[in-house]
């Protein structure tokens, strides 16, 4: 008997120093999430009534997005509330504990993502062939490299999380709206013959751009641009080929045509330049004889003059020494 009354003594005190522990139980402590400059945070509820930050009872429906932006946290730190979650086989007892948050906090990153849907592994946002697919009217398949950025105002945040549910913006992107944007370029491409398909290729990305905005503008993404890139890749190499031989005697044909027009031009200058010479040379013709009716009209004149003086100047006699025809100057000389 007393050796049963010690063991159940040390029995008691065991169970008595255990439950003392358990009582203690874990520290209470509150995480704390930090929230980057390009992130939104939103504070829901685990359980229980959904309240704001500050609190109060929100009296919209649960994830709406009118409840989202009420939910929407302001700090940039934010202490996740917890509550004492009574644990084990014996919880009265033993008084065994955890602590378990009652809040949590949902991000929604803003940082706008641009992607590249190409071809060729080496260029595109992922290494392998993403380029979008499409055939013209007249049964020619091909594909078309395609890059676009969008991103998440802040204002526009709530509904991004309503809408995706806490899906990252990359696979928004690459799944809902390339998927829009691809049935917007196979309209429009299989529309078109492939020749009004390769002159109008702006045309129809500025449509696919402006359809995918207004899609997905309401569903809180911004489309920020979407354009083409590598131009139409052919599935039928033949078609590339035989479109490249056509350019290429295109490109002769129009070398010739400036070559020709180029020859022209040269002979039109030639010929200006010499009709130009010729006109200078009959303007200086033109201006000796001029100059040469000018001399012989001052000679005129002095030798007029000369008769005039000599009328003026005659006495009516004739000279006393006259010498003959062919006479030297000096006389006395041979």
Same mark, same amino acid.
């Given at each position: 008997?007393k050796l049963?009354?010690?063991y159940?003594?040390?029995?008691?005190?065991?169970l008595?120093?255990?439950?003392?522990?358990?009582?203690?139980g874990?520290a $209470?402590?509150?995480?704390? %999430?930090?929230?980057?400059e390009?992130?939104?945070?939103?504070?829901?509820?685990?359980?229980?009534?959904?309240?704001?930050?500050?609190?109060?009872?929100?009296?919209h429906?649960?994830m709406?997005?009118d409840?989202?932006?009420?939910a929407?946290?302001?700090?940039k730190r934010?202490?996740?509330?917890?509550?004492k979650?009574?644990?084990?086989?014996?919880? $009265?007892l033993?008084?065994?504990?955890?602590?378990?948050?009652?809040?949590?906090?949902?991000?929604?990153? /803003?940082?706008?993502?641009? /992607?590249?849907?190409?071809?060729?592994?080496?260029?595109?946002t %992922?290494?392998?062939?993403?380029?979008?697919?499409a055939?013209?009217?007249d049964?020619?398949a091909?594909?078309?490299? @395609?890059?676009?950025?969008?991103?998440?105002?802040?204002?526009d945040?709530?509904?991004f999380?309503?809408?995706?549910s806490?899906?990252?913006?990359?696979?928004?992107?690459?799944?809902?709206?390339?998927g829009?944007?691809?049935?917007?370029?196979?309209?429009?491409?299989? @529309?078109?013959t492939?020749?009004?398909c390769r002159?109008?290729? @702006?045309?129809i990305f #500025?449509?696919?751009?402006?359809?995918?905005?207004k899609?997905?503008?309401?569903?809180?993404?911004?489309?920020?641009? +979407?354009?083409?890139? #590598?131009?139409?890749?052919?599935?039928?190499?033949d078609?590339?080929?035989?479109?490249?031989?056509?350019?290429?005697?295109?490109m002769?044909?129009i070398? $010739?045509?400036?070559?020709?027009?180029?020859?022209?031009e040269?002979?039109l %200058?030639?010929?200006?330049?010499?009709?130009?010479? $010729?006109?200078?040379? +009959?303007?200086?013709?033109?201006?000796?004889?001029?100059?040469?009716?000018?001399?012989?009209?001052?000679?005129?004149?002095?030798?007029?003059?000369?008769?005039?003086?000599?009328?003026?100047?005659?006495?009516?006699q004739?000279?006393e %020494?006259i +010498?003959?025809?062919?006479?030297?100057?000096?006389l006395?000389?041979?």
């Amino acid at each position: 008997m007393k050796l049963f009354n010690k063991y159940f003594r040390t029995f008691l005190s065991v169970l008595m120093i255990t439950a003392v522990c358990a009582a203690c139980g874990p520290a $209470k402590i509150e995480p704390i %999430k930090e929230i980057k400059e390009n992130e939104t945070a939103f504070l829901v509820p685990l359980e229980g009534a959904a309240k704001d930050a500050e609190g109060n009872l929100i009296q919209h429906k649960f994830m709406s997005v009118d409840y989202l932006n009420q939910a929407k946290v302001a700090a940039k730190r934010v202490v996740i509330p917890v509550r004492k979650r009574v644990v084990g086989k014996w919880p $009265k007892l033993l008084g065994q504990f955890k602590w378990i948050p009652t809040m949590k906090v949902i991000t929604v990153v /803003r940082t706008p993502e641009t /992607r590249e849907w190409t071809q060729e592994i080496e260029t595109g946002t %992922k290494k392998r062939d993403e380029a979008l697919a499409a055939e013209s009217s007249d049964s020619i398949a091909f594909r078309a490299g @395609s890059t676009i950025t969008a991103m998440i105002m802040e204002e526009d945040s709530a509904k991004f999380l309503y809408y995706f549910s806490g899906k990252p913006l990359t696979i928004i992107v690459d799944e809902n709206v390339r998927g829009v944007v691809q049935s917007v370029l196979g309209e429009e491409f299989g @529309s078109r013959t492939l020749d009004m398909c390769r002159s109008e290729k @702006s045309v129809i990305f #500025e449509i696919a751009f402006n359809a995918a905005k207004k899609h997905f503008k309401p569903l809180g993404v911004t489309i920020m641009n +979407l354009g083409h890139v #590598e131009g139409l890749k052919y599935d039928d190499d033949d078609i590339q080929t035989a479109i490249n031989d056509n350019f290429k005697e295109e490109m002769n044909i129009i070398k $010739k045509r400036n070559e020709k027009l180029a020859q022209v031009e040269i002979n039109l %200058k030639e010929e200006s330049i010499a009709t130009s010479k $010729k006109n200078q040379a +009959l303007e200086f013709a033109k201006a000796a004889e001029a100059q040469i009716k000018q001399v012989h009209l001052e000679i005129a004149k002095i030798e007029a003059q000369a008769k005039l003086n000599m009328s003026v100047n005659w006495n009516g006699q004739l000279p006393e %020494k006259i +010498l003959p025809s062919g006479s030297n100057l000096l006389l006395g000389l041979d």
